[in-house]
């Protein structure tokens, strides 16, 4: 063996062990020594060297293999980069969609809010106003039960005709109380012609005998009257209103009233107050209970023991409760009565008013026919009602 391959083969020996390569991993590898011990020959070292090329060709096929999976997974993980990016794009705009989209949404629930709470209050005030058209109906239903079952009265026809339609207005008959002050006296003449004549003449010198003489001054006579009246009724819950009762003395009438109706057999109760209206010769009775006027009234008609123990029918309805609810006033001046003012006590009252009453007479004082004459002195007080005329 020439001495370069005896060199070689020591070089060999120190730093090229015979080893195996493992391959138990993709990353990396390992070079492990062989328990065996190749002979040192020139046999040994080339198939020693074989081995190696064999385990270099392995290694650089295993190296392509790497380099192609690594490569795949480059590329692999480049598509799901570019993917991934594409993604979180659409989710962006797919987010900013929905939040226009859900800002268009809450933008129309705000205006269908709106409208839901405008047509809450539009319901509200229908709801109200068919309340108040209810409450009409009803009170307008009652009334015309009480219209129907209001007590008789007798009428007569005169003959004048007129637009029904046109007279919307009721009209009352006034009672004024006026009170009057000492030293005035008030004179209502028949004619007005002479009431103006001596308001006219205003101040007027009354004789009354043996060279006595008074002056007094005559002014108009102005009265607070209604010139509109509004009344709110309503049907009474505790009076009724009994008609159709004969002519008898007014207590005896109202103790067997009260009498009958105050029994429970009769469909009455306790009875608070009985009175009897002069101008319409009915009954106003009122009940201690609420429930009872309308018991009496449904059955409207009833036999009372009036006179003798013989039955009287009489006929009840309801009562209406009035109250006015708007009142205008105006002062109105009295076209044929007279103020005399400043007349002093000289005299009898009656006797003064007697001279007053023929000096105002005479037409040549200015006077005329005199219909009424009240005086009154001074130091006194009275109260002096006026009635409106009714044209017959």
Known sequence: MAPDELLLLEVLRCFCVPTRVDMSSDDDFSLVTDDGVEEETEEGLKRLIESYKEQHAQ????QKLLAADQEERLKLTRDFNQRSEKLTQRLEKDKENFQLQLSNEQDKLSQLKEVQSALTLAVQG?????????????????QATVFQAAPEREVVFRGQIGDVA??????????????????????????????????????????LGEDCRITVEAVPLHLLLPRRVRIHTEVSRRKILISDLPDMDTEILLNKLEIHFSKGRHSGGEVEDCELLGDSGT???????????????????????????????????????GQPSDLQNELTPCPRTVLLTGIPDVMDQEALQDMLEIHFQ??????????????????HQAVVRFESITEE
């Open 283 to 321: 009954v106003v009775m009122t009940f201690v209970d609420d429930n009872i006027s309308a018991r009496l009234t449904e059955m409207e008609f009833h036999d009372v023991m009036l006179q003798q123990k013989r039955t009287h029918r009489v006929r009840v309805t309801p009562f209406l409760n």
């Open 126 to 142: 229908v709801k109200a106003a068919l309340a108040e058209e209810d409450s009409a109906n009803s009170l307008l239903k009652q």
């Open 362 to 379: 005479k037409s040549g004082n200015g006077g005329g026919e005199i219909e009424a004459i009240l005086y009154n002195p001074v130091g």
């Open 59 to 62: 290694v650089l096929v295993e």
């Open 166 to 207: 046109a007279d919307k207005v009721f009209h009352m008959k006034a009672k004024i109380l006026y009170p009057m002050e000492g030293g005035t006296a008030l004179v209502t003449f028949e004619e007005e012609a002479a009431a103006s004549k001596v308001m006219e003449m205003r101040r007027h010198t009354v004789s």
